[in-house]
């Protein structure tokens, strides 16, 4: 059983489009979290949420938009996609913020 | 200056080797450090938490923390071309415990040769 699943794990768009990712853990966590991998293999977190409340929300453009339907599920949509969008979203969850992280396998999102 | 900084490598030992990664971070009041491995479009996965100072231990792999030096390091012991991977050093901050956040270097690639 996949822990943390998400979906698409390939997305290939046009600029301008707009896309969603989902991601969704059958941990029991109750905090999940996106993350941006850019082409250097620099991870950096985006979001947070915990029990469906934001709690970490970083320098990132309003283009992004999270939403948390419930505590096993956290999506990210994005607007108006730009080239540099392009990257490996990961979505991660934990029990609160002081447990151990655990990532899905990623949605390779490549803007042309 | 960047909040964690690791060495990109690539990091080449032969098999059997002791490999070690280094970690230099800037927040003197971080509380927590972490080690992921990430294969090749793979997901990252910890392989070692640390959170006082000295070394810590787990099979092949051993942390050392030095807060006074503001550093963690990774020993893997002899090493396996299955340890070929990017190793991501991750530090969380004092006011980080109860939101997660987790600050990444940019990963030391390790290549482990037969």
């Known amino acids: 059983d996949t822990a943390v699943s998400q979906t698409p794990k390939y997305l290939v768009t046009q600029m301008g489009n707009d896309k969603s990712i989902k991601c969704e853990q059958n941990?029991?966590?109750?905090?999940m979290y996106w993350y941006k991998q850019d082409s250097k293999k620099f991870l950096k977190i985006m979001f947070s949420y915990n029990n469906k409340e934001l709690i970490i929300n970083e320098t990132v453009p309003n283009r992004f938009s999270p939403k948390s339907p419930d505590k096993a599920h956290l999506n990210l949509h994005i607007n108006s996609l730009e080239l540099g969008d392009s990257a490996v979203y990961f979505c991660?969850?934990?029990?609160?913020?002081?447990?151990?992280?655990?990532f899905g396998p990623g949605t390779r999102l490549t803007v042309l | 200056q960047k909040e964690v900084e690791q060495n990109s490598g690539p990091l080449s030992v032969p098999e059997g080797a002791i490999a070690s990664l280094n970690c230099t971070y800037s927040d003197r009041v971080s509380q927590s450090f972490f080690w992921y491995r990430q294969y090749s479009g793979k997901s990252p996965e910890l392989i070692m938490s640390?959170?006082?100072?000295g070394d810590k231990e787990d099979g092949r792999f051993t942390a050392q923390l030095n807060k006074a030096s503001q550093y963690v390091s990774l020993l893997i012991r002899d090493s396996q071309p299955s340890d070929s991977a990017t190793y991501l050093c991750?530090?969380?901050?004092?006011?980080?415990?109860?939101?997660?956040?987790?600050?990444f270097g940019q990963g030391t690639t390790l290549q482990v040769k037969p």
């Open positions: 640390i959170y006082s100072n």
């Open positions: 941990l029991g966590h109750d905090t």
């Open positions: 991660a969850s934990s029990h609160g913020g002081r447990d151990t992280q655990y």
């Open positions: 991750a530090v969380k901050g004092l006011g980080s415990g109860n939101t997660g956040k987790l600050i």
